[in-house]
């Protein structure tokens, strides 16, 4: 059945319901999904969701292992993307352990700028994913349609990435992944990080090479440890391909992009027109050794996103 697109701007009696019910992913939670020993959750009152509790409206994305749908939750009459996943092709891929990871670590962050995840459930087929609906869509999107963002828009984003990124790592958490295909927009224009299948929690230091070719830091390329500067170094590759449309070290050949990666061999085209602090703070996270980057703390103070990023985090056109 079909539902219309609206979508109100609050949603808090949302947020209240689905935090009093949602079920938590715990340390030993069985393989097969089920809640395990609900005193050990770290989350309140249990409930048991099913389909019937939402009605499913039209598509708004598809993925490797299954789909993303608009859909109401009908007690609260609250709008939500409900994303489902196929068991066998999760089982397939060998990436269970990695959903129910994402799926511990997404459920417990809470910031304005990262997609929240209210809950799940699963039948015999498919696990359900209860996510905060963004209204306006896939970032990447807008890249492609607009090839580059301004220098205003680009740092508003930043700014509101280095935020979340912030708070992450506060909470122990590296993201691993940041890319314009695992952002949203909300309705108000706010950027939201919403895939964390790559995020661990850093109370060690680690070796395994995950994310997207164009964003891996050196320290992954060459399968070294690596910490939470890795998220820095993503965040300068996407400060650049907002500005110039590309990340910085694409190449035809993988084996060249691994090279310039390793070389940190970055170049600034002559168009489109970029100012020199814009390029400042791309330099100063996009650096070999981890702990020279630039922190995020500073990104924040750094003249560019002073200048050009919109003190409300949200970019206004």
Same mark, same amino acid.
């Given at each position: 059945m079909a539902i219309a697109a609206?979508?109100? /701007?609050?949603? +808090?009696?949302?947020?209240?319901?689905?935090?009093?019910?949602?079920?938590?992913?715990?340390?030993?939670?069985?393989?097969?999904?089920?809640?395990?020993?609900?005193?050990?959750? /770290?989350?309140? +009152?249990e409930r048991r969701w099913s389909l019937k509790d939402f009605e499913v409206g039209k598509p708004l994305g598809r993925g490797k292992f299954g789909h993303v749908y608009l859909a109401r939750e009908k007690k609260s009459n609250h709008i939500v993307a409900l994303k489902v996943l196929f068991k066998s092709q999760l089982k397939q891929s060998q990436v269970e352990h990695q959903l129910r990871r994402e799926v511990e670590i997404q459920s417990h962050l809470r910031h304005p700028n990262i997609l929240r995840l209210y809950g799940y459930f699963y039948d015999q087929t498919r696990v359900y994913l209860i996510l905060e609906y963004a209204a306006r869509g896939e970032l990447y999107k807008d890249l492609q349609k607009c090839k580059y963002f301004s220098e205003r828009r680009a740092a508003t984003y930043i700014a509101s990435l280095a935020r979340a990124l912030i708070y992450c790592h506060g909470k122990h958490v590296i993201h691993r992944d940041i890319k314009p295909e695992n952002l949203l927009i909300g309705l108000q224009g706010e950027i939201k990080i919403a895939d964390f299948g790559w995020s661990v929690h850093t109370y060690d230091r680690r070796r395994t090479m995950c994310g997207t070719l164009d964003y891996l830091p050196p320290e992954m390329v060459e399968n070294t440890e690596h910490d939470?500067?890795?998220?820095?170094?993503?965040?300068?590759?996407?400060?650049?391909?907002?500005?110039?449309?590309?990340?910085?070290?694409?190449?035809?050949?993988?084996?060249?992009t691994y090279r310039r990666i390793i070389k940190v061999d970055l170049r600034f085209p002559l168009k489109p027109i970029i100012s020199s602090a814009g390029k400042d703070l791309i330099s100063q996270m996009l650096v070999k050794d981890s702990s020279e980057r630039l922190p995020l703390h500073k990104v924040l103070e750094h003249p560019w996103i002073i200048q050009n990023a919109d003190p409300s985090g949200v970019y206004r056109g």
């Open positions: 609206e979508v109100q /701007p609050e949603q +808090k009696g949302l947020k209240s319901f689905f935090v009093e019910h949602m079920i938590g992913f715990v340390k030993g939670h069985p393989r097969n999904g089920s809640s395990g020993d609900s005193s050990a959750s /770290p989350v309140v +009152k939470a500067g890795v998220d820095i170094w993503s965040l300068g590759v996407l400060c650049y391909e907002f500005l110039y449309g590309v990340p910085p070290f694409e190449a035809k050949e993988h084996s060249d």
